[in-house]
C-alpha cells in the first residue's frame, strides 16, 4: 500500500542512476534489445539460379523472409519445352526459432522501458522498497536465460535457412538437375548481425544481474551494526 501511495505522489526525474551502472547498463540493455528483433523481423531476401535453355537463359529468384515459413514460398522454375513452367516450393519451415527470437527481444525493450521509468522517475520508490529489486533481479535472471536458449535455436534456425535457401541447394532438386547453374547467395547479413546481438544481450542482462543483486536486502546488512553516534560514546572510567 505504501508502495502504490509513493507511485501516486508524482514523477521526479532524475537521470542520475544513468551514471550508475545500474542505469547505463540498462539503456544499453533496450538499446541492444531494438537492434536483434528489428534486424530479424524486418528481413526479406532472395535467392538466385539460371535456367538455361536451347533458346536462351532465364534467371529464377525465389523471395523469402520472416518468419521463414519456406515451405509455403513457391517459385516457377521455367520449362525448356512447350511444357508449362514447374512449380516448386524452398523447403523447411523455421518460424518457430526466428518467432521465439524476436518474442524474447520485444518483451525485453518492453521490460527495459518499464525499468528505465522506475528507475529515473521513481528511484525513490526503487530504493526504498526491498521487493522492487528482488523481483527486477528475478526477471532480469530470466531474461539472461531466455537469451540464451533463443539466441542458440535462431543461430542454429540461421545456419539451416542458409543451407535450405543455398543456389547450389536448389539446382539439386529433380527438375532442375541439368538446365541450372547457381546464382548470387542471398544476402544475411542483417540476419548474422541479429545472432551476434542476441549474444550481446545475453551477455548485458547476465552481467546486469550483479548490479541489480547489490540493491537486494541479500547484499545489503538490513541490520548494519550502530555506530559510536548512535550507541553513544562509552562513559569514562571510574577511579577507584
Keep these: 500500500m505504501d508502495t502504490v501511495q509513493k507511485m501516486k505522489s508524482g514523477f521526479s526525474l532524475d537521470l542520475g542512476p ?19 528483433f528489428a534486424t530479424t523481423g524486418g528481413y ?8 538455361k535453355c536451347p533458346f536462351g537463359e532465364q534467371e529464377v529468384s525465389p523471395k523469402f523472409g520472416y518468419p521463414f515459413r ?3 514460398i513457391p ?4 520449362s525448356c519445352n512447350t511444357t508449362p513452367p514447374n512449380a516448386s516450393y524452398l523447403q ?9 527470437f524476436v518474442c524474447v527481444g520485444v518483451f525485453g525493450f518492453l521490460y527495459c522501458t518499464a525499468t528505465l521509468i522506475l528507475y529515473l522517475g521513481y528511484q525513490h520508490v526503487y530504493r526504498e522498497n526491498s521487493r522492487a529489486p528482488t523481483i527486477d ?35 539439386e532438386s529433380e527438375r532442375c538437375k541439368g538446365i541450372c547453374q547457381p546464382g548470387e547467395f542471398p544476402h544475411m547479413g542483417r540476419l548474422n548481425a541479429s545472432v551476434i ?11 546486469n544481474c550483479w548490479f541489480i543483486y547489490k540493491e537486494t536486502p541479500f547484499h545489503k546488512d538490513p541490520n548494519p551494526p550502530a555506530t559510536m553516534e548512535e550507541g553513544g560514546a562509552p562513559g569514562p572510567a571510574l577511579d577507584h
Design 70 to 72: 519456406l515451405s509455403v
Design 92 to 100: 523447411g519451415d523455421f518460424s518457430s526459432s526466428a518467432e521465439f
Design 137 to 171: 533481479l528475478v526477471l532480469t535472471a530470466a531474461f539472461a536465460f531466455l537469451w540464451l536458449v533463443s539466441s542458440s535455436a535462431w543461430g542454429k534456425g540461421l545456419s539451416d535457412i542458409k543451407g535450405a535457401t543455398s543456389p547450389d541447394h536448389l539446382v
Design 197 to 207: 546481438f542476441g549474444f550481446l544481450n545475453l551477455i548485458l542482462w547476465a552481467g
Design 18 to 36: 544513468l551514471k550508475e551502472p545500474l542505469g547505463f547498463i540498462r539503456v544499453l540493455e533496450w538499446v541492444f534489445t531494438i537492434f536483434a
Design 44 to 51: 526479406t531476401g532472395s535467392t538466385h539460379f539460371t535456367v
Design 75 to 78: 517459385y516457377l522454375i521455367p
